[in-house]
């Protein structure tokens, strides 16, 4: 004969209908509390909190959450991640710069050679106090 093991926490209350629950040590024997007055509902809470506790084991499973502990715990690995993310930051920001900045030039003189009245003016006059800024003529 094989027993088959419960799926869950609250589904071998259905193999011993007699269980007691003492919430305060010291009561007398007489107010055990039956699981015949309340099945449903010690069952579905149970079943309700074992579901819970297994999405709250895979959640921490899924972020990593060992490997983020170790990382913080240890001096050495936490100086090694913010030194890469430090250089991996201010290279990204340097790139970016230049990326944006040579965008923009591109744009000037694309505007430039398109000799619009109103914009082709403006940016002769931009020019002009460039240049002075500079010291030239």
């Not at 071998?12 to 039956?34: A, C, I, M, Y």
């Not at 991640?81 to 920001?93: D, P, Q, V, Y």
């Amino acid at each position: 004969m094989t027993m088959s093991k419960p799926n869950s926490y609250g589904d071998d209350l259905s193999v011993n209908n007699k269980r007691t629950f003492h919430p305060r040590q010291g009561q007398d024997e007489s107010k055990d509390f039956d699981v015949n007055e309340h099945p449903f509902e010690l069952r579905h809470e149970v079943k309700r909190l074992n579901k819970r506790l297994e999405q709250i084991a895979d959640m921490l499973e899924k972020v990593e959450f060992r490997d983020v502990l170790e990382t913080y715990s240890n001096p050495k690995k936490r100086i090694i991640s913010n030194l890469t993310a430090g250089i991996a930051r201010g290279l990204g920001l340097t790139l970016g710069t230049v990326v944006i900045l040579a965008l923009l030039a591109w744009l000037l003189s694309f505007l430039v050679q398109l000799n619009l009245p109103i914009i082709g003016d403006f940016i002769a006059e931009l020019l002009s106090y460039i240049k002075m800024s500079q010291g030239g003529n």
